[in-house]
């Protein structure tokens, strides 16, 4: 048996790991879109590195894009095979496989508008919202912790890692030759304490580990500090400086998460009296799905839906939809807090935001996740003092801050602490992936000084024996 690593090699997005039998049997573990490549992202991503029509099955840690995001490309390609993930996970990527679909529509009809002007030819989307509703018919939604039979030798059951509603780690096991090899993708690793999820579970003995390190060279500050923060941040910004507060937030997760704090300040008499919006139609019906899932809330939420039942709204709070009414938001002269997606700056309407916003002092732009290297995000929060959205130039005078507890990735420590459910000398290899190259390396002597061995940070491409 081999795996042969196709994305999140030494970089973060873009996961695609997969694994082939002697007998012949390929199943790809994630198959997720590369984000924030700059120009050489479209031709990465359309560059699988093998046949979707000899895959045979796609085990799916969880719904992020840089997860998923190329299911709809691979049905497009001929993969027919199945989607096998948790029933949370097929519900959510139900809204945002579309949601990316018309994103990557709405995009190429720019770009070729622009193309033309000039002459070029027009290129295609990658996939489209017909491909994503149509790949929906492939996926199989499991309960956690089930025991799924693939095949006579083959089997799958997801437990939780807390990252995000329905995310789990994949527990494959593979009987081959008479022997057989326990397989562990741990997928994404969520915080131990969650302010909406269960935490992280520990999972069942592994020869082989495969797992994630997006923050394997740093530690998040306390909840609570972080909560005061974000407190004091918009106090600042929309009461002492009359300005608007834009959250670039992932609208899976993190919206979610930052509403339901917002909350908590209301229902504890703290929130200054101004508008919120979260201007995302994706964020919108992701909260009904988070609605729809409360097995995956930790018990403090499910105390706390007894009292407030519905924790994702109160007044002031608006959701939008409509294009027109996110456009209003441009011409609103008073002081707002305004949540919108992509959480990396990279797409969406947040961008539209940022466009308006990012050259007045008076404003914050406050970023509450990871933003990949090459992103439009981490170029802000880097300190660049001019950006370029939409082909246009902005000068960068709004105050730029970050929250990093609001991450759904676990630090180093919380990782360490959930990868010692397993025995470490039973443990033949460690696969490193999902990582900035240095972060990895910072982490990977962290895992030696554990106990861990046989650490291996693969490269895109590479291919190694596993049995």
């Known amino acids: 048996m081999k795996i042969k690593f196709h994305g999140a090699a030494r970089e973060v997005t873009g996961s695609k790991h997969l694994l082939k039998t002697d007998s012949g049997k390929q199943l790809l573990l994630d198959c997720g879109m590369f984000q924030g490549k700059g120009l050489d992202t479209d031709s990465m991503n359309r560059d699988l590195g093998f046949d979707p029509e000899t895959i045979d099955h796609i085990i799916l840690t969880h719904a992020h894009i840089d997860h998923s995001g190329l299911i709809p490309y691979m049905y497009k390609r001929g993969f027919r095979g199945s989607v096998i993930c948790t029933s949370a996970t097929r519900d959510l990527c139900a809204i945002m496989l579309s949601d990316s679909g018309y994103i990557q529509e709405r995009d190429t009809y720019y770009f070729n508008k622009k193309s ?80 909406l999820l269960a ?91 988070f609605r729809a899932h409360n097995e995956f809330f930790n018990q403090e939420f499910r105390d706390l839906l007894e009292r407030d039942p519905d924790p994702f709204g109160f007044r002031d709070l608006h959701y939008i939809t409509k294009t027109e009414d996110s456009k209003r938001l441009n011409d609103y002269k008073k002081p707002c807090v305004i949540i919108s997606a992509s959480g990396m700056m990279e ?90 190259y240095e972060t990895q390396k910072h982490y990977e002597a962290r895992l030696k000084e554990e106990g861990y061995r046989n650490i291996i940070i693969p490269a895109k491409g590479e291919e190694y024996d596993i049995l």
């Not at 006579?152 to 057989?180: C, P, Y």
């Not at 579970?201 to 998040?220: C, M, N, V, W």
């Open 347 to 436: 797409a969406g309407r947040v961008k539209h935001h940022l466009a308006n916003n990012i050259s007045n002092a008076q404003n914050t732009i406050l970023a509450v996740g990871y933003c990949a290297p090459s992103t439009l995000g981490a170029r802000i929060l880097n300190g660049s003092k001019e950006v370029s959205i939409h082909g246009n130039i902005y000068p960068v005078k709004a105050e730029i801050r970050k929250i990093d507890s609001y991450s759904g990735h676990a630090d180093y420590r919380e990782m360490i602490d959930f990868l010692n459910c397993q025995e470490k000398s039973a443990l033949e290899k460690t696969f490193i992936v999902h990582g900035d």
């Open 199 to 289: 935490s992280p579970k520990p999972f069942p003995q592994a020869d082989i580990l495969i797992t994630e390190s997006t923050y394997g060279d740093r530690l998040h500050n306390d909840d609570i500090e972080a909560d005061a923060e974000l407190l004091d941040i918009l106090k600042e910004t929309c009461v002492r400086k009359g300005g608007k507060l834009i959250i670039p937030a992932f609208s899976v997760g993190r919206t979610q998460e930052i509403v339901y704090t917002l909350n908590g300040f209301f229902n504890k008499g703290q929130l200054p009296r101004l508008e919120i919006y979260v201007d995302s139609p994706l964020a919108v019906n992701a909260t009904t799905v």
């Open 116 to 195: 033309s002007r000039k002459g070029l030819p027009p290129v295609s989307p990658i996939s489209t919202q017909k491909d994503a509703v149509a790949c929906m018919d492939l996926f199989i939604g499991l309960p956690r912790n089930m025991n799924f039979r693939i095949d006579d030798n083959i089997k799958v059951r997801f437990t939780s890692t807390g990252h995000m509603l329905g995310s789990g780690v994949a527990n494959i096991q593979i009987i081959e030759n008479g022997q057989i090899k326990r397989i562990a993708y741990t997928g994404d690793i969520g915080r131990p304490r969650s302010r």
